[in-house]
């Protein structure tokens, strides 16, 4: 019985905190706070049962006065405190009902005394029903002050080498000493069925390894054998020797052949355990700003016939004798009329020609000779004064409800599928080319949340692992919208060839955190600030004082970026908080198809990419631009 006991004290403690026992099958973590004085025992445990929901009752004997002051404290630990304090036991009789008894204290004391003896006195004393078996014998010498008598009970009975066995019929008690042989001829079977625990399942979502993709249903090598999870590896420790347990999956039912006190021991620890999870609605928001602020201002001279390249081109020409033969082709050539041409330049002119020109006489409609004329009709001027403001907003909305200690998975996106060309030559010389599927295809391009929260007993505060990622295809090299292209040699023929891959951007965050019921926490962000300032202006030109500013151009750019993300976590204590939450996601479809039906399909489809709202979650674009 003291091996059964310690085992079982162990799975207690393995599996549930002190605070947690015994909640309501709504999931409650309620807080209590009381400051009495010197008052009844009775009415502060009604008091606290009304605050969380559970019917704690008094047994009529206990007359206490308590006088205690806490301040937001879990009721089971309160519950704890004022039975310490008022040498009360407390028995859970369900988990809508607990008692608080207060068992008669035993004062004994026998040298060498026989055992039947010393047990019949404590079954006096303690008005205990307590069946002695001929073959419990032995002497026992103890020495006991203000023990409880069941507290007594054990201590005697262990030390003798007896077991005890408790047997409920109606509401009477019967107490059995018997030796464990004798118990081990008296096994019997029970059934427990397990209504909110059970195993592992056998596939789980998982994000992968390779490319961080959330959403793929993977086989979990370790939970093959469903009946291998944790409670019942634990709970067979709590078997006597002898004692047998088997686990049938398709009812999640416990068989258990074994003595009574084990098998009353594994009752109270599945009662203990097997209690409903609280429910966790997780919400995520993805906040994406852009702020785009252009400034141009100032005379922009842009050679059209050279696209990119900004100023106006002087030219020069002459020969001997100078001759007014336009320069149309806008190069220009110098002729000098004694050694020639001084620089190799085309026959048409016979001379050099300098790498810039001054000028087009034939544009002005001049007959004579000239030397330096400024040719405009070859220069675009462009007056900019513009300043340009645009803003986006992007929200990413999802949310997803899920059980306490379970994890869950969304995705919502895309899977994008793409090749890769492998190249194989036999021993003839010959190649093959083969274009595969890549071993990365294809790319999940969206939105995936990973979430597993755990609710800490008796709080309103929730433990999460939360694993938010944003990805989209951003490669422009390509035909492929969000792929790149790259050129290879084709061993086959020696020709370029070319593949498209994708290039993604991602946005991960991987983060462990606590937050209290309904609060909202900042768990990652990144802010980018891009400044970009060009100036184009004429050489010399610009350089004059104040005119100088004729011939000069100016643009700034800022890009400033900013990413948020927040969670918000909320704890679904009951029915009515749950109809709440749906109700509110439906109110938010409808309002989705209110717009649609308001502007029609042909806008709806327009802004379908902008914007996207279902129940699962919403994306929110917002635009605004300035010019």
């Known amino acids: 019985m003291k091996k059964i006991s310690m085992v079982a004290a162990l799975i207690v403690a393995l599996f549930i905190n002190p605070l947690q026992a015994y909640q309501a099958n709504s999931g409650r973590i309620d807080l209590v706070t009381i400051d009495v004085r010197d008052k009844d025992l009775g009415e502060v445990l009604s008091q606290i049962g009304e605050q969380v929901d559970v019917n704690i009752v008094v047994d009529p004997q206990v007359e206490e006065k308590v006088t205690l002051s806490l301040d937001a404290i879990g009721w089971r630990e309160t519950l704890d405190i004022l039975a310490r304090q008022t040498s009360c036991v407390i028995i859970v009789e369900s988990d809508r009902l607990i008692r608080f008894t207060q068992p008669p204290s035993v004062n004994i004391e026998f040298q060498n005394a026989d055992l039947a003896v010393v047990l019949d006195l404590l079954a006096k004393q303690s008005g205990a029903n307590i069946v002695i078996a001929e073959n419990v014998v032995g002497k026992v010498s103890l020495t006991l002050r203000d023990v409880p008598w069941r507290e007594a009970l054990n201590t005697i009975v262990k030390t003798a080498g007896y077991v005890v066995v408790s047997e409920r019929e109606g509401i009477s008690e019967i107490i059995r000493i018997v030796s464990s042989d004798q118990l081990i001829q008296q096994q019997e079977t029970r059934i427990f069925r397990l209504r909110y625990i059970r195993p592992p399942e056998q596939y789980v979502a998982i994000i992968s390894d390779i490319d961080k993709q959330a959403g793929n249903v993977s086989r979990d090598i370790s939970a093959e054998v469903a009946g291998e999870f944790t409670l019942l590896k634990a709970l067979r420790k709590a078997l006597s020797p002898g004692g047998e347990m088997d686990f049938d999956i398709k009812t999640n039912s416990l068989i258990v052949k074994d003595i009574a006190p084990s098998l009353d021991e594994i009752e109270k620890i599945i009662a203990e355990i097997d209690v409903e999870p609280a429910l966790v609605q997780v919400e995520v928001k993805f906040i994406s700003t852009t702020s785009d602020d252009i400034l141009e201002a100032g005379l922009k001279f842009d050679d059209p016939n050279t696209p990119g390249r900004d100023g106006f081109r002087l030219s020069a020409y002459g020969t001997a004798p100078l001759s007014a033969t336009p320069d149309l082709s806008g190069t220009g050539s110098i002729v000098d009329p004694v050694i020639g041409p001084t620089f190799p330049g085309s026959s048409a002119h016979n001379g050099g020609t300098w790498p810039f020109d001054i000028g087009n006489m034939q544009s002005i409609g001049v007959p004579y000779q000239a030397l330096g004329v400024l040719d405009f009709t ?83 505060m929730i433990y999460m692992n939360v694993i938010p990622k944003v ?50 926490a900042v768990i990652g962000g990144l802010h980018t600030e891009r400044r970009v300032e060009i100036e184009s202006r004429v050489p010399l030109l610009s350089d004059i004082p104040y005119l100088g500013e004729l011939f000069k151009w100016r643009r700034r750019q800022a890009n400033v970026d900013h990413l948020l993300i927040l969670v918000t976590p909320r704890i679904l204590k009951s029915d009515e908080v749950s109809d709440e939450v749906y109700k509110n996601a439906l109110r938010e479809a409808e309002r989705w198809d209110y717009f649609e039906e308001k502007y029609g399909e042909d806008e709806a489809e327009d802004e379908g990419d902008d914007e996207v709202g279902s129940t699962a979650g919403s994306v929110t674009v917002e635009e605004s631009e300035e010019g």
């Open 471 to 520: 990805s989209t295809l951003v490669g422009n090299t390509s035909d492929i919208p969000g792929f790149d292209r790259f050129r290879f040699s084709d061993p086959g023929s020696g020709n370029s060839a070319y593949i498209d891959l994708p290039r993604e951007s991602s946005q991960t965050v991987v983060t462990y955190l606590r937050v209290k019921d309904g609060q909202t």
């Open 378 to 460: 070859q220069t675009n001027l462009l007056l900019s004064m513009v300043k340009d403001d645009e803003n986006s907003k992007i929200i990413q909305q999802p949310f997803l409800t899920t059980l306490d200690n379970y994890p869950s998975t969304i995705f919502v996106g895309e899977e994008v599928p793409f090749a890769v060309q492998s190249v194989q030559q036999d021993q003839n010389g010959n190649v093959t080319v083969s274009i595969d599927e890549n071993d990365r295809s294809p790319v999940n391009v969206g939105f995936t949340l990973y979430v597993s929260p755990h609710v800490i007993p008796d709080t309103d």
